[in-house]
């Protein structure tokens, strides 16, 4: 292939490229994800126990982020910061349920009931019946060892609808058979299409000893009475019994239900389902948390803040235009147009991303997109610079493209990677928005390798095969074209 042939190739490589990603934006409707500071969400700073240890700490972020992935937030920062965890969720607007299920320790235990009682009265065992209206009069530890009294949640027989706290039921609990980390996945599962109430359930999945522990235990279970409460197998999340189904019928004495399958059957909703089986899957907090705060942030302040880092930014890069257009005159026009190419191709490429990897954009990466158009107009100069040495030393502009340009991109390879390199540290060591400034940093910097290979090269290598470009005098290089070289000693 000619080197004319390959570098129109180049120049129409990157055409298509950029043609192609606008075109499926446009096609799809797709915007930018954006940030925190840009569209608004929560952020909560959730403060463990003292007794709590770094390991343990370290877990918790670990499943917090876990949960809030599967939430689908876009660009969540979920960070330590001593005893501390922060947690920020952009475009969250069910801050509370979200807050929820973040926070919650999911203790999970499977007990036997032992007894029903009827609302209002007290049970004859040494247990402490606790306060269905009052979450402080439950027991701060749940030991799972011992007799227990939980309350259940209750609904109307007639309505279906749930009862207020205040006419639940009691149970008396024997000790835990099971526990959450018998549990291997839960998922949400909708009404049955063949009749019964129209309610939500969870179906969960159990480890290898949890499927035995629930065999054993649903075997026993199975051995009363058809319709005696000792029938029922209790599920408590965080002291509460969400469901204490009866083994049916078919389930025989000493035998039990095989297979390492069980279902939380409840007046469950869609959402609450699907909050029970996420807390579930992803497991429960080693270390108990408390809000200390608990912020909603408004997106006005930050596209304030936005309006003007753009006007600043255009002002600046109206100066650098200005700047390039005076000293390199007709090149000054390439870096405009290098420019233009550039930021269409990175913005792109953001919300692309922000489909795809659920890449948001925020104040600080927006930051780090201005900073590294800065870094592309470096790299032409970098270049139309070695161009003005090879011209200078009496070369004709034709014959001075190539090896300006071999100069050239050692030197933007190099310091494309320090930067780079920068970037990759700063994502990595630091937290909160700075990451995002640095991702962007980094991204922006691949791309300029890769627009300076298909556009800045080719463009000039083309535009010195024309007698136009050679001869012209408009060209930051054109005072030079045709003059002797200058002797070392300055003499003419």
């Known amino acids: 292939m000619t080197p004319r042939r390959r570098f129109r190739t180049a120049l129409l490589t990157l055409l298509v490229l950029i043609a192609g990603i606008w075109g499926i934006i446009a096609g799809l409707g797709l915007e930018p994800r954006l940030g925190l500071d840009l569209q608004g969400g929560i952020s909560v700073v959730l403060t463990a126990d003292e007794s709590a240890d770094s390991g343990s700490i370290d877990k918790a972020v ?38 929820d299920i973040i926070g919650r320790t999911a203790q999970l235990r499977f007990r036997t009931v032992l007894e029903v009682l009827p609302t209002g009265s007290e ?8 306060d269905c209206t009052d979450l402080s009069s439950f027991p701060e530890q749940d030991d799972p060892t011992k007799e227990v009294v939980h309350c259940t949640r209750t609904v109307d027989t007639a309505t279906g609808a749930e009862l207020p706290p205040s006419q639940w039921e009691k149970l008396r609990l024997g000790p835990a058979a099971l526990s959450g ?36 235990v649903t075997g026993k279970l199975a051995c009363n009475p ?20 009866q083994m049916g019928t078919e389930v025989q004495c ?20 699907t909050e029970l089986a996420l807390v579930l899957r992803y497991g429960a907090l080693p270390v108990s948390f408390e809000p200390s705060t608990f912020t909603t942030v408004s997106p006005t302040l930050g596209k304030e803040s936005l309006n003007g880092g753009l006007i600043a930014a255009l002002i600046g890069l109206s100066i650098v235009f200005i700047y390039v257009a005076l000293f390199y005159r007709f090149l000054g026009l390439l870096i405009w147009l ?5 930021a269409g191709f990175t913005f792109g490429v953001v919300i692309i991303l922000g489909e795809t990897a659920g890449f948001a954009l925020t104040l600080a990466g927006i930051a780090g997109l201005i900073v590294s158009l800065g870094i592309a107009a470096d790299s032409f100069i970098v270049y139309f610079e070695r161009l003005k ?16 340009w071999e100069s050239a991109w050692r030197t933007i390879v190099a310091a494309d990677l320090v930067t780079a390199l920068a970037a990759f540290v700063l994502y990595f060591l630091a937290v909160g928005s700075v990451r995002g400034f640095a991702l962007m940093l980094g991204l922006s910097t691949a791309l300029d390798l890769f627009i300076s290979y298909l556009y800045m090269h080719p463009a000039v290598w083309l535009l010195a095969q024309t007698k136009t470009f050679n001869e012209s005098k408009t060209l930051g290089i054109g005072r030079v074209v045709g003059e ?6 300055g003499a003419r």
Do not use: C, M, Y
Request: aromatic residues 2%.
């Open 389 to 404: 040495d090879e011209v200078q030393s009496g070369k004709s502009v034709r014959a001075s493209v190539d090896r300006a």
């Open 62 to 99: 670990d499943i917090i982020r876990n949960r809030v992935d599967a939430l689908g937030v876009a660009e969540p920062d979920i960070s330590r910061q001593g005893n501390n965890v922060l947690v920020q969720l952009p475009g969250v607007e069910e801050r509370q349920a979200a807050l």
């Open 123 to 130: 049970p004859f065992t040494a247990a402490t019946p606790p």
């Open 338 to 342: 290098g420019i233009l190419v550039h």
């Open 484 to 489: 002797a070289p200058v002797p070392a000693g």
């Open 181 to 216: 980390v018998d549990v291997a996945g839960a998922k949400a599962e909708p009404p049955s299409t063949t009749g019964g109430a129209l309610t939500w359930s969870v179906s969960l999945n159990l480890t290898g000893d949890g499927a035995k522990k629930f065999t054993d």
């Open 254 to 273: 000493n035998q039990g239900i095989s297979g390492g399958t069980a279902t939380i059957s409840g007046n469950f909703t869609q959402d609450e389902a």
């Open 226 to 245: 058809d319709g005696d409460p000792k029938r029922q197998l209790a599920i408590v999340l965080d002291q509460i019994v969400e469901s204490h189904p």
